[in-house]
């Protein structure tokens, strides 16, 4: 195994091993538009480590970005690397790959003067749980409803993390309002995108459903740069099927 850092539109386009492993799950399907995203904002919103097997297939990533253009609801200081996701597939977990993964992607922050590592640890069984950050010597700063924010300092003991306040509002344009904001990052997201989109032409003028591209400029507008929100209030966290997502637009529908 071997693991090193993405530069090219190359390596993006290998991008998202969890999302290739074999049978692909359902929201694979987003994969393309996810890859399409990561290409167009390597170097700027999202950095990459992959993790290669000795036959030079991708089985593991770490994607992160500098705090300065970190896509999360954060106000973070300059000079912290902030992790937006890992994995190795499963078939290659319990194999040493994320620590060797692990370990270049930290040797890497340390030649470039990072002052530590955050990320927003969760309570989801083998899905970035803060139990396998804390092995690593992550410690809580933060405790963020069913999660933990955590902190690996490097350089700087402690560091100055701020949360922002969400501004999502109606625009009264339809009975219900789709808001898709970023949502391209992860395949899962990708894949409510998809079938956001079908369900809403399906639906008419009964359904407003607006997309607006992850930036700065967009977090700073919305205190969010990612997440789907039907009127106004988050939904469809984690992967979802089509049957599900028109469900939800049809129950939202009868109720407006």
């Known amino acids: 195994m071997r693991a090193y850092r993405l530069t090219d539109r190359e390596e993006a386009a290998r991008a998202y091993p969890c999302a290739t492993e074999s049978p692909p799950p359902f929201w694979a399907e987003g994969l393309s538009l996810s890859r399409a995203w990561f290409a167009d904002s390597l170097g700027h919103y999202v950095e990459g480590f992959h993790l290669e097997d000795d036959a030079g297939q991708v089985i593991g990533h770490i994607y992160w970005a500098p705090s300065e253009r970190a896509l999360v609801p954060y106000r973070i200081e300059d000079r912290v690397a902030v992790i937006y996701c890992e994995w190795v597939q499963r078939p290659h977990q319990g194999r040493g790959g994320m620590r060797l993964l692990f370990d270049a992607f930290v040797d890497f922050l340390r030649s470039e003067g990072y002052k ?141």
């Open 116 to 256: 530590g590592i955050l990320v927003a640890g969760t309570e989801i069984e083998g899905y970035m749980h803060h139990r396998h950050f804390a092995k690593r010597g992550f410690r809580v700063i933060r405790e963020e409803g069913p999660g933990k924010l955590m902190y690996l300092p490097l350089g700087q003991e402690t560091i100055q993390v701020e949360p922002l306040t969400p501004r999502i509002a109606r625009e009264e344009v339809a009975p219900v309002e789709v808001l898709i904001i970023g949502s391209h990052f992860c395949p899962v997201g990708a894949s409510a995108v998809l079938a956001l989109r079908r369900v809403a032409d399906e639906l008419g003028g009964k359904v407003a459903l607006k997309e607006v591209p992850a930036s700065m400029e967009t977090l700073a507008r919305y205190g969010v740069a990612d997440g789907i929100f039907v009127n106004g209030e988050p939904r469809f966290f984690g992967p979802v099927t089509e049957e599900q997502v028109r469900r939800a637009l049809q129950e939202a529908v009868a109720g407006s």
